[in-house]
């Protein structure tokens, strides 16, 4: 076994930095090296290096480089003050035994005030604990622990969501001097951790997520924890995070990293923490985050075109008018779309939903979601329905792919034997005509 924190040599980068030889650097001296880097930014830099070597040793992930997301999630613990957000770290597993709790007994030794919060009870626990400070809120078993059916636990979650951000908080009831009940605002701001076997979250709650994926270790390529052996190595490593990030802190304060084009919204807010982390520590850690976020991005964009995205109903609805909205047409009337919806998405809006979609439900649906209104046509029947024009905003707001329609091309000429009513006799005898001059005309 490994014993003393490992020396990390790095070849012709002479901002990096040894944790080991920091006895030798004054952190305060914001001087720097020829290529440009503080001595601080060098430390960390060696420093997440050290940490991310460590968890290596004892954490197999599906994608080797979630060990740095850990890293960076854990450093980010000791300055979350400066980070505005605090993404939620997602272990997950499928199964039992790939060492969920093994990641949660390391940032237990590695993060700033750890708080093991796997049974909690009462709703108001984590407020009145982190109202007296920032802790580093650790829940194992999060796929029974926290049940939305439980009222304890959705005061908890509630507690997560809103903690997300810098300033959340939640009403507390507390006693006064005069021993009478009163609610007070109090602090719900924190890094939380939540390990489970695909844990079932809200959709709120895990849009703030960022999720690694644990397998188990079949082959044992990674080294037991025996904690009784590594404390006093892994103590020396939390006091160097612990310095470096502090040392860092003005650093991760001002940095405003670029990220990729389309890490925006909740994305941004969950990587820009991280982000900042790896900016200020310099290195190969911008390359690595940077790399953390695309895949991300493309697991999400993955999920979509699967639908393996849990979407709320009225977004799906957003997706199957664009998916039954036949080909070539402006206009279809509302009886005609719900019956499209429920020929092909059964499950969602026909037989097998559990009330089936009718006109007035659709029409509900898309007045509350996106404020579209049924018309009638300017034409025909003077049905009413629904123009493909009002949902182009909705759909390029939702990334949803509209039909192909062309309106100002001229419609295209009907074929004599797909006019109905028509016999065969007759047919030889028509012009050709477009489609529009077989559209019933409104009577006087």
Known sequence: MTTGLTVVVVIAMTDYISPLDMEHIDLADSSSSSTGS???????????????????????????EDIHLITLWAAHTYVVEETYTSPRLLI???????????????????????????????????PRVLDRGIRTILIDEA?????????VMKGVIATINTGYKRGGSRPV????????????????????????NNPTLADDTRSRCIRIL?????????????????????????????????????SVSSARPELPEKC??????KWRPL??????????????VTQLINRDIEELEMERAEGVQNLPLRVHLLKDIAEVWPNGESFIASQDLVQRLAVNFPARWGIESVRGLKVQGLGRMLMQGYKINSDRETTGQRRRGYYITQFTEAWQRFQVQSPQHQPDEPDKPVQPDQIPGITGEQQGNLPTASATEHQPKETP
Do not use: C
């Open 38 to 64: 503080s001595d601080s930014s060098g430390y960390l830099w060696g420093v997440l290096d050290e940490v991310d070597q460590w968890l290596r040793r004892f954490i197999l992930a599906t994608t080797p």
């Open 214 to 250: 644990l397998m188990p270790d079949f082959e044992g390529r990674t080294e037991d924890s025996d904690w009784e052996d590594l404390e006093a190595e892994v103590d020396q490593l939390k006091v160097l995070l612990d310095e470096a990030m502090e040392a860092a802190r003005d």
């Open 173 to 196: 009831l507390v006693k006064d001097n005069d021993g009478n009940w009163t609610d007070r605002e109090m602090s719900t701001y924190a890094p939380v951790a939540m390990a489970g």
């Open 264 to 269: 925006i919204g909740r994305m941004r807010e």
């Open 275 to 288: 982000a900042r982390i790896a900016y200020a520590a310099g290195g190969d850690w911008p390359t690595r």
């Open 92 to 126: 997950d597993s499928v199964m039992p035994g790939a060492g969920k709790t093994t990641v949660l007994e390391h940032l237990d030794r590695l993060t700033r005030s750890p708080l093991s919060a796997s049974s909690i009870s009462s709703e108001a626990l984590l």
């Open 143 to 151: 796929d029974r622990s926290l049940d939305p059916k439980d009222p």
